[in-house]
């Protein structure tokens, strides 16, 4: 086998609380994670030349070292020790630095492709612990899906997946670091905590209500004040027949969670015809990383 493709999907946060900083910088956090249907796509091929490249079809990601496609192939190149090369095709459809995982699920993605690619036989457990040195979400990405996600994120339990629905997911064209978030969050003074038990009852009993009357994200707390269009997107997504709408990870991106597409897409027309993000999907959960 010398050539094989894989998907790389991104996630959204339905839940996502911060219990506290741990003295390493760290945050503990207690995340439900669930996977959505907008994917890269990356093709892995052998080549004879030692080393690793990348190409992709988008010029203001790095395609050195600072690329994680780059830090995932070489980490496992390094454990097993290869000397050929390969070079790795990314064409990228996830919002960039926008709370989706979108580089976490393309190293998560390469760890799967190199890995059958150069016969290495690491089971899924294994790259998840070889991983989370690159990541915290990497683990996660590994096997996607609806999980609670506790630790620094690499404490997984699999969840029941939400009752089918239709999503708007919205990127605004402002860049939010993660660090900067984190940096920010006063993880001891927070008054609000969003109920992620009640989350975690409301999917084993399979309601889409109860899942999305707990919606809620500590991290809003450091960036709705920041960028207030955060929440514009949010309430007009509501205005429009959103069940409940939230910023993902540590944003800007926001989701709305609907029962029709029609009106999801409805309310995807409103958030571009206000100018309010720059890329906009309608789209669903989807089961797993594969
Ligand atoms: P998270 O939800 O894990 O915080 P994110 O969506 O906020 O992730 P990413 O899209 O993963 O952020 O990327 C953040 C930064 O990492 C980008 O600014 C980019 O320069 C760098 N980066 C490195 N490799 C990649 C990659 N393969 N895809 C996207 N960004 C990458």
């Given at each position: 086998?010398e050539?094989?493709t894989?998907?790389?999907y991104?996630?959204?946060?339905?839940?996502l609380?911060?219990?506290r900083?741990r003295?390493?910088?760290?945050?503990?956090?207690?995340m439900?994670?669930?996977?959505?249907?907008?994917?890269?796509?990356?093709t892995?091929?052998?080549?004879?030349?030692?080393?690793i490249?990348?190409?992709?079809?988008?010029?203001?990601l790095?395609?050195?070292?600072?690329?994680?496609i780059?830090?995932?192939?070489?980490?496992?190149?390094?454990?097993?020790g290869?000397?050929?090369?390969v070079?790795?095709?990314?064409?990228?459809r996830?919002?960039?630095?926008?709370?989706?995982?979108?580089?976490?699920?393309d190293?998560?993605?390469t760890?799967r492709?190199?890995?059958?690619?150069?016969g290495?036989?690491y089971?899924?457990r294994?790259?998840?612990?070889?991983?989370?040195?690159l990541?915290?979400?990497?683990?996660?990405?590994?096997?996607?899906?609806?999980m609670?996600?506790?630790?620094?994120?690499?404490?997984?339990t699999?969840?029941?997946?939400?009752?089918d629905?239709?999503l708007?997911?919205a990127?605004?064209?402002?860049?939010?670091?993660t660090?900067?978030v984190?940096?920010?969050?006063?993880a001891?003074?927070l008054?609000?905590?969003?109920?992620?038990?009640?989350?975690?009852?409301?999917?084993r009993a399979?309601?889409l209500?109860g899942?999305?009357?707990?919606?809620?994200n500590?991290?809003e707390?450091v960036t709705?004040?920041?960028y207030?269009?955060?929440?514009?997107?949010?309430?007009?997504?509501?205005?429009?027949g959103?069940e409940?709408?939230?910023?993902s990870?540590?944003?800007?991106?926001v989701?709305?969670?609907?029962?029709?597409r029609?009106t999801?897409?409805?309310?995807?027309?409103?958030?571009?015809?206000?100018q309010?993000?720059?890329?906009?999907?309608?789209?669903?959960?989807?089961e797993?990383?594969e």
């Amino acid at each position: 086998m010398e050539q094989i493709t894989r998907k790389a999907y991104a996630k959204i946060n339905i839940g996502l609380d911060v219990l506290r900083r741990r003295k390493d910088g760290y945050h503990e956090v207690r995340m439900i994670m669930q996977t959505v249907d907008i994917c890269d796509d990356l093709t892995f091929e052998r080549t004879a030349q030692s080393g690793i490249v990348i190409r992709t079809d988008r010029e203001e990601l790095p395609v050195d070292g600072n690329n994680l496609i780059y830090k995932a192939a070489d980490l496992l190149f390094q454990e097993k020790g290869i000397t050929e090369g390969v070079m790795i095709t990314l064409t990228k459809r996830i919002p960039i630095a926008a709370g989706m995982a979108g580089g976490s699920s393309d190293a998560a993605a390469t760890m799967r492709g190199v890995n059958e690619l150069f016969g290495m036989g690491y089971s899924v457990r294994e790259l998840q612990e070889l991983g989370v040195k690159l990541g915290a979400d990497i683990p996660y990405c590994l096997v996607g899906g609806t999980m609670l996600s506790e630790g620094i994120g690499e404490i997984l339990t699999p969840l029941p997946a939400p009752p089918d629905c239709f999503l708007v997911v919205a990127k605004p064209d402002i860049n939010v670091s993660t660090g900067f978030v984190y940096g920010n969050l006063q993880a001891d003074r927070l008054t609000y905590h969003p109920d992620i038990d009640g989350m975690i009852e409301a999917l084993r009993a399979g309601s889409l209500s109860g899942v999305t009357d707990r919606l809620g994200n500590v991290l809003e707390t450091v960036t709705v004040r920041e960028y207030p269009v955060i929440e514009e997107i949010k309430e007009l997504l509501r205005s429009k027949g959103a069940e409940n709408a939230l910023m993902s990870g540590s944003g800007p991106t926001v989701f709305g969670i609907f029962k029709k597409r029609e009106t999801a897409e409805v309310a995807a027309q409103a958030v571009s015809n206000r100018q309010l993000a720059g890329q906009i999907f309608v789209t669903t959960f989807h089961e797993g990383a594969e």
